[in-house]
């Protein structure tokens, strides 16, 4: 696992978007995980920003997103495909087509949530997958307690994720969906290579046990630990709980430039 240390939340952005922006470069019908949430917005931005003053064509781009709501029509504005679809489809200039979402609307729940990880087996695999990580260290919406081997699947979200994602509805607590299907952790341990983001003192608890703890599923995220190429990429104030923080900053300044993140 690298953990890379920053001083700003836009350089966090930055620096995962250079990867994919070199990505999408050199095999320009890659396929990418995407997350949404707070936690990747400056990575869609820096690469819309590349689209349109640097040329990067993601028309190719094939993507699975991580989660949806259960319950929430496609079309409302807080689903996850609407929200894909607006900050990072349109701006990126992506074929809609190629961008796959688990169908929170199905009729059988797990009929959807098979066929998404069929689609993810015979598309993928995926070659670089996007994560943030929540305050109790769900990555996806595998809440604590999840399987390490889970697939796609339906959870029912934790009051402190529920809470958390008020602010996208308006404050309202009650309008936030108690149920989601998401790519479970085996799944999203399939990608080939993991780059995790995190910014602010809320997510510095949940850092020090992904990146420091044990691996438990009481911490869903320390699961990332067995993989073999994980980029953890943080602000100082996510980092603020690492006890070995001055040793990762110094092992990333000390990395040689051709090897990247």
């Not at 690298?2 to 836009?10: E, N, S």
């Not at 689209?51 to 064509?57: H, I, M, N």
């Not at 087996?121 to 919406?141: D, K, M, R, S």
């Not at 009051?159 to 799944?187: E, I, M, S, W, Y």
Request: aromatic share 6%; hydrophobic share 45%.
């Amino acid at each position: 696992m690298q953990v890379v240390i920053v001083a700003t939340p836009a350089e966090v952005g930055r620096l995962a978007a250079a990867k994919i922006g070199h990505l999408v470069r050199s095999r320009p019908d890659a396929v990418l995980g995407l997350a949404t949430g707070s936690s990747p917005l400056a990575i869609y931005a820096e690469l819309t920003r590349q689209v349109a003053e640097e040329g990067l064509d993601c028309l190719q781009v094939r993507a699975f997103a991580l989660d949806e709501y259960v319950g929430l029509p496609p079309e409302h504005p807080e689903s996850y495909r609407s929200v894909l679809m607006r900050d990072v489809v349109k701006p990126l200039g992506m074929d809609p087509s190629n961008v796959h979402v688990p169908d929170g609307a199905a009729a059988d729940v797990a009929a959807a949530c098979e066929a998404y990880e069929a689609r993810i087996a015979e598309t993928g695999p995926v070659a670089l997958q996007i994560l943030g990580i929540g305050a109790n260290g769900h990555i996806g919406f595998n809440e604590p307690t999840s399987s390490f081997a889970s697939r796609t699947r339906i959870k029912t979200l934790a009051p402190k994720t529920r809470a958390d994602n008020a602010r996208f509805f308006g404050g309202d607590l009650d309008a936030v969906p108690r149920h989601c299907l998401t790519q479970g952790l085996a799944t999203i341990m399939s990608a080939r290579h993991l780059v995790l983001v995190a910014t602010g003192t809320g997510k510095a608890e949940a850092v020090h046990h992904l990146v420091e703890g044990a691996v438990s599923a009481m911490w869903p995220g320390t699961v990332l630990q067995h993989h073999p190429h994980v980029t953890v990429l943080l602000d100082g104030a996510a980092a603020g709980r690492l006890q070995l923080a001055e040793y990762y900053r110094q092992t990333y300044l000390a990395k040689p430039a051709w090897q990247g993140i």
